[in-house]
């Protein structure tokens, strides 16, 4: 949230929130009194709680929040009345000059009007527009829960922030289910399973949001792009594969460049001497793609086409660049290197009603498979106060009548939030809840009626004449936040069909491990991915390291086993099947990849 949208769009808060902001100034107010001379920047309510940001002599620590905490409960015990004031601009400016607040100062000098807000609680005086509570004796149950940085303005280039987070609720009850739900949710944290069950890494010497799959990770990943592009396959999609970079001038017809310049990694020049800093960028260069669109349709544009050919599905996992800012990178939901599943569709206008269908009807199976099925549709429409489009009114109200249109058939609800269109065209977004009941955005569908104009696309119709194409972009988001949110979603225990290892084999003794390996050669030919804990450790610490590493089955074999040609079936949900045979053991397993089923 900016600065900006934190002073004005204040007037919005419900109760919860504005006792949440209220809480924010109470933490602020003990922080001045445990830290003389903080700078103070914002302290906004936001979705679960609250946060401020401040500039102080030290970096705060866990071990510094019991402090701040008993403070802010001798504030709040103390029932200081939130006190409301207007002061002139310059009034203010000389108050927060004179204490060294320079970033209160910023903040008024960027804001248009000739008075602005004050708040006072205590010895605490701080430039907001409220609303708060009453007094400090009615905040509720709090908690603070972490220390994180904040650039100031979210500018890398301008200071770094300390970003002090808390929650507060109407009861206790709520407090405690809000903090059991924390631990839930560190629990699932992808970026620690993703150590734990080695499946990702990053590397300081690459750079930061770049992951490197290791090997179980890329067994994972592969195993969920095979199911997407099975499903792709389905439904008469193709797929292709294009260069990573492009010439630029490209970008500039697509409008990626001039949209996503700031998070485009700089233009690489053929020639030698090259400055990018130079003005605009010209003769032959290169960047990284920040999108696979333009290259898809370079590929329809290769060569004569019929209106029997369309529609045209092209598909593609193909990599993407964008330099998100540091403090925005969060392990694989938010990477500087990316794949995205990428389609794009060509089609006949009259065709678009059906494509977009079937478009939705590929999400909503994608992601039942995977189990996460609670979602809600969002129209994303153009903001006509907003200069960031391309393409005009005509192209733009056709474009959001043909997904209203389409929407109608699918009978399923959806909300309309003006402002969330791409900039070439209107789009529904599908937002699903995991099993933390977080929503993420995973999956969007867009009309495009402006690309194909400014490549100049075109087919020749049935009656012999060129007509113009519309276009469907239809991707789910990177793989990368994909697998990411599979790992949340089922804490590393993934179903059969996903478990990058399915099966452990545990002999009993060394005796035994000639018979493992056997079993284990066994299951590989069956499509099964099977391997062999052959270390000196006793069975008991050998099933435990399994269940750590959430394989699902873990087989036993000792010399009663060996006789009999079968295994003892124990499962990471600790339920122990005992002796099976292995034709029986091979059935259930395939059964449950064949399906995909989400049960062992």
Not at 423 to 447: C, H, I, M, S
Request: charged content about 25%; some cysteine.
């Amino acid at each position: 949230m900016s600065v900006e949208v934190e002073l004005q769009a204040s007037v919005e808060y419900s109760p919860l929130q504005r006792m949440r902001h209220s809480a924010a100034h109470i933490m602020a107010e003990a922080v001045q009194e445990l830290f003389p001379g903080a700078r103070f920047a914002i302290g906004p309510a936001i979705e679960d709680g609250f946060y401020y940001d401040f500039e102080l002599p030290r970096s705060l620590t866990p071990d510094d929040l019991p402090a701040i905490e008993q403070r802010m409960a001798h504030i709040i015990a103390g029932k200081q009345p939130f006190q409301h004031d207007h002061w002139p601009r310059g009034k203010a400016l000389e108050y927060f000059r004179a204490r060294d607040q320079p970033y209160k100062v910023e903040i008024i000098e960027n804001l248009p009007d000739d008075e602005v807000g004050i708040y006072q609680q205590g010895h605490f005086l701080d430039l907001c527009r409220g609303p708060h509570v009453e007094n400090t004796g009615q905040i509720g149950p709090f908690k603070l829960t972490h220390v994180a940085g904040a650039y100031w303005r979210g500018d890398e280039q301008r200071p770094m922030l300390q970003r002090l987070y808390g929650t507060a609720w109407f009861t206790q009850e709520e407090l405690e289910q809000h903090l059991q739900r924390l631990e839930e949710a560190q629990r699932r944290d992808h970026r620690r399973l993703g150590r734990e069950l080695g499946l990702f890494m990053f590397s300081p010497e690459v750079g930061p949001g770049l992951p490197l799959w290791l090997p179980r990770g890329v067994i994972l990943r592969q195993e969920l792009e095979g199911f997407l592009v099975q499903e792709q396959r389905k439904r008469g999609y193709v797929h292709v594969m294009t260069p990573q970079i492009g010439q630029i001038e490209m970008y500039k017809t697509s409008g990626h460049w001039y949209k996503y310049r700031d998070e485009i990694y700089p233009p690489m020049a053929v020639k030698p001497g090259f400055d990018p800093d130079a003005g605009e960028p010209q003769g032959e260069v290169y960047i990284l793609r920040p999108m696979n669109c333009p290259h898809h349709i370079q590929i329809y544009k290769n060569e004569l086409r019929s209106y029997r050919e369309l529609p045209l599905r092209l598909a593609e996992m193909g990599m993407a660049y964008r330099y998100e800012k540091p403090g925005e990178l969060h392990g694989l939901l938010r990477a500087r290197g990316f794949t995205i599943d990428d389609s794009h569709i060509f089609a006949m206008p009259a065709q678009l009603h059906e494509e977009f269908l079937r478009v939705v009807d590929l999400v909503q199976v994608v992601f039942k498979t995977l189990g996460i099925e609670q979602f809600r549709a969002r129209l994303g429409t153009r903001d006509p106060g907003s200069s960031k489009y391309i393409g005009s009114d005509e192209v733009w109200a056709q474009a959001q009548a043909d997904i209203v249109s389409a929407l109608q058939k699918l009978e399923f609800p959806y909300t309309v939030e003006e402002g969330e269109a791409g900039f070439y065209g209107p789009k529904l977004d599908f937002l699903f809840r995991d099993a933390l009941n977080r929503e993420w955005q995973l999956g969007t569908v867009q009309v495009d009626y402006n690309l194909p104009e400014r490549f100049d696309l075109w087919y020749v119709g049935s009656d012999g004449q060129r007509h113009r194409p519309v276009m469907i972009h239809r991707a789910p988001g990177s793989i990368e936040r994909l697998v990411a949110i599979v790992i949340e979603h089922f804490a590393g225990a993934f179903p059969v069909w996903l478990a990058p290892v399915q099966a452990m084999l545990i002999p009993i003794a060394d005796r035994h491990i000639d018979y493992a390996r056997r079993v284990a050669e066994m299951l590989t030919a069956a499509g099964v991915r099977a391997e062999i804990n052959a270390q000196g450790e006793r069975m008991n610490a050998k099933i435990r390291d399994a269940q750590l590493q959430k394989v699902p089955y873990m087989l036993v074999v000792g010399d009663k086993e060996q006789a009999d040609e079968a295994v003892s079936v124990r499962l990471r949900s600790h339920e122990n099947l005992g002796a099976m045979p292995l034709a029986s053991l091979v059935a259930r397993i395939k059964g449950q990849i064949d399906t995909k089923s989400k049960e062992l």
